[in-house]
């Protein structure tokens, strides 16, 4: 009945106050787990298919003093993330064997949720299941919660967005293109440029390693000033950008990844903007626009099987390799969205 | 016919780039002016009863490559800003010699002005007309318009004030005790402190000089975090603030008077919380707010009736003291707004 079987996990190995996180960090362990359900209970168990790598799990490897929005990993534990998953067993009404959703799930081959009400059920599994860590997911989620809600478009307007080939990036300046606004994104190589001009459709894009000056390079690109910042980076692009938007401009604060691995993040000089160009700087939570994933994700679906939505991912294979690919997001190593298959083998 | 009269005035001298402006970089000059309008024109006459001192103006002492939302001043020409004013000849059918208006006008004895149509009348000439330099004029609808419409209050929110007992703190924190918020304001010294708990009715207030630790000492006042940060000094304060902000906390722009004599902000660091604390941070322009004015006045001139709403101000005598008073803003010397009453010796 309670059939063990071999579940590979990564571990946080210790916490990582300040620099960029080594492999060493995290370690792979292999335990044995059940796939039965304890008797009883509404928990499922579920098989990992595809794990996100996202720029949170940095910020939850460090010790917090003061408890932040999202819990701290633990020593010695598995760590957690959004993940594609297929229901092994379940004892709860809701869900039965050979279900896929995603969700919140272990670093691991397999999970037992003891809540699997905050799972989302995966409606459109003619997609690749792993669209549901990117376009599908929370990073679609995001680019379309951020982008509507928060920069409130307005269709011929001026939108520059950082880290633009990134899971959110990519997104939103789909949807801005969409929206008939005018789209620059930067990034952080010449290839990754090249994709946002020539894939993702944007407007125009530079590769901000490039640029002695990311002030000039921006006037360059918008002479009348930028209407919406989707902000990913934060820091001395934040300052530059600053100057460089327009009366009555909205910032959309989504991530700020060029600071996450400082001891003391960067300082911005030139929020007096603000006052005198009458801007808006706003951040957004995920969780507040759950309730509207259903419109969302048959929305994002449309777009895909128009065409009018792409998706580009960078798959790693296997949980060997999932330290590794977290990491890659600090340093630009990934094209696209970040992600682990789990292999199974 | 065309009386000509003997008109002081206030004149830049120089451009100021950065540093805290002396007296200096104006002069005081006479020359002769006439009360009458020019034949068939539409433009009026004012004598100029008060003047408002505005940290607006130290910005448009500083000659700008990029302009901005206010035209700089010109060197050798007369410095302008809000005033009360008496019409005392017309060419225009609104107004008439002997009326009361407020509205920009310039640092001198007489003005002419030929577009009076952005005057606004005086309505409650029974309170003194200085008032209409402070809380019924633009500092009045800079705190109603800045509390209300951008920090959008609730009953029982945390309100924390910055420079809270000049011309627009004052007001702040007097509406916000009436919308039924918890108010702690920070100042210069102890006896604006005082003003502040004993003549504005604030729940609480510090001394920012006297605390070596900002962020510490918000934590003292605010152990559940602050709901609506009113900003009008700018950088190690807000610095301070953004941890100490509640989760969808909002943080009004107003001002960061701490900020504009220096030839580089200060940076700030810790914006990441914006996004880790869902916090929206926003600037406003008043010109927006001019059309809601008459609805204003009337509200607040009830307020004062009452004796809900009291204000201090700080009156220089005389244009020849109007430079010191003006400089005296930035090195916190003022008690309660700023402002200069004409003699007319």
């Known amino acids: 009945m309670a059939e063990m079987v071999s579940n590979k996990r990564v571990i ?20 044995e787990t059940t796939l039965a359900v304890p008797a009883g209970s509404s928990a499922v168990v579920v098989k990992n298919l595809y794990l996100s790598c996202d720029p949170i799990m940095r910020f939850r490897m460090t010790r917090r003093e003061v408890p932040s929005f999202v819990p701290d990993y633990v020593p010695g534990e598995v760590m957690d993330n959004v993940g594609v998953m297929r229901v092994m067993s379940s004892g709860h009404s809701d869900f039965k064997a050979g279900d896929l959703v995603w969700g919140v ?36 989620l995001s680019a379309y919660a951020g982008f509507f809600d928060v920069s409130k478009p307005k269709k011929g307007e001026n939108v520059f967005i950082s880290a633009a080939s990134g899971a959110v990036g990519q997104i939103v300046g789909q949807l801005a293109k969409i929206t008939g606004c005018y789209v620059v994104g ?71 990844i060029s600071q996450y691995n400082l001891e003391r993040p960067e300082g911005v000089h030139n929020l007096l903007y603000i006052i005198t160009k009458n801007l808006r700087m706003e951040g957004f939570l995920l969780p507040k626009y759950f309730s ?21 991912e960078d798959i790693a294979k296997g949980l060997n390799a999932a330290p590794a690919a977290l990491i890659g997001l600090f340093t630009g190593h990934n094209i696209g969205k970040q992600l682990v298959a789990i292999t199974h083998d």
């Open 12 to 31: 946080l190995k210790r916490h990582v106050q300040t620099g960029i996180p080594s492999e060493d960090d995290m370690e792979i362990v292999t335990a």
């Open 105 to 140: 799930t272990g670093w691991e081959e397999y999970t037992l949720m003891n809540n699997p009400e905050s799972l989302f059920r995966i409606n459109y599994p003619e997609f690749p299941l792993s669209y549901y860590t990117s376009v599908l997911g929370s990073p679609g």
């Open 186 to 256: 930067s990034a952080g190589s010449d290839y990754k440029v090249n994709l946002l001009k020539t894939k993702f459709g944007f407007d125009d894009a530079f590769n901000y390693k490039n640029e002695p000056d990311l002030e000039t390079a921006l006037r360059r690109f918008f002479s009348e000033g930028i209407d919406i910042y989707f902000e990913n980076v934060g820091g001395a692009m934040l300052d530059a950008v600053l100057p460089n938007m327009r009366m009555g401009g909205r910032i959309t604060a989504c991530g700020m």
């Open 292 to 312: 509207v994933y259903g419109r969302f994700e048959e929305e994002m679906a449309g777009y895909l099987r128009e065409g009018k939505i792409v998706c580009v």
